[in-house]
């Protein structure tokens, strides 16, 4: 009964070459997030959809984009992997805004490495 | 644009004893919600406990519960009866009302058998 699938769990990219990274939901929410992570410390947002509008956080290089092509799929693009973006990137859910008791669900994160 | 402050990077507990984690936020939300989240080693995030701001009754949850104090913008976490399984990351969290959740640095609980 997972939720929020992330794939793959493990990613090794060569520093500069393109990488994808995907999310999906079987919740139906409205909001989808990705979040950067790095050792021992706090996810730090990068953007979030609330359905197909977007929303960059504005400290979020323009390495980083973001697709969702439809409710349940959400994409990670790093255009050009530098070796400061190898982190664990956490996908998250949750509900419209305002919606009582609103939290975010998470996948188990994909942990990018860059050689 | 709201921060979370936690302020002990580490703590440690006995198993069945008691352990307090400690945050602070500020926001300017009139109405919110504060969140504890878990992080086990290699896990995912999962959630511990919410706290609804207008509800001056603090939220609990079987073994855990929260002291929240809105004047002074304090939300901490209480576990009881510490077990070998809560040892994770704590982080606590507080969306805006755009649902974008920010959260604080963390706190790295080890429980000693």
């Known amino acids: 009964d997972a939720m929020v699938i992330q794939n793959p769990r493990y990613q090794v990219t060569q520093f500069g070459k393109p990488v994808t990274l995907s999310c999906s939901q079987t919740?139906?929410?409205?909001?989808m997030y990705w979040y950067q992570q790095k050792s021992s410390q706090a996810p730090k947002l990068l953007f979030h959809?609330?359905?197909?509008?977007?929303?960059n956080e504005a400290d979020t290089p323009d390495n980083f984009q973001s697709r969702r092509p439809n409710t349940s799929f959400c994409f990670l693009d790093i255009r050009s992997p530098g070796l400061g973006d190898a982190a664990m990137y956490l996908c998250?859910?949750?509900?419209?805004?305002?919606?009582?008791?609103?939290?975010?669900?998470f996948g188990q994160g994909t942990r990018l490495t860059v050689v | 644009a709201q921060t979370v402050t936690q302020s002990q990077p580490e703590m440690s507990v006995q198993e069945a004893e008691t352990v307090t984690l400690s945050c602070t936020y500020d926001?300017?939300?009139?109405?919110?919600?504060l969140f504890w989240y878990k992080q086990p080693p290699s896990r995912q995030m999962i959630l511990v406990i919410r706290?609804?701001?207008?509800?001056?009754q603090n939220a609990t949850e079987n073994r855990f519960s929260v002291n929240f104090q809105k004047a002074a913008k304090s939300f901490s976490l209480k576990i009881s009866d510490s077990q070998l399984g809560d040892a994770a990351m704590y982080f606590c969290?507080?969306?805006?009302?755009?649902?974008?959740?920010?959260f604080g640095t963390g706190t790295s609980l080890t429980v000693i058998p």
């Open positions: 706290q609804e701001a207008y509800k001056q």
């Open positions: 959809y609330y359905d197909k509008d977007f929303n």
């Open positions: 969290a507080s969306p805006n009302t755009g649902n974008q959740f920010y």
């Open positions: 998250a859910t949750s509900r419209d805004p305002g919606t009582v008791n609103t939290e975010a669900f």
């Open positions: 926001t300017s939300e009139s109405d919110y919600y």
């Open positions: 919740l139906n929410h409205n909001v």
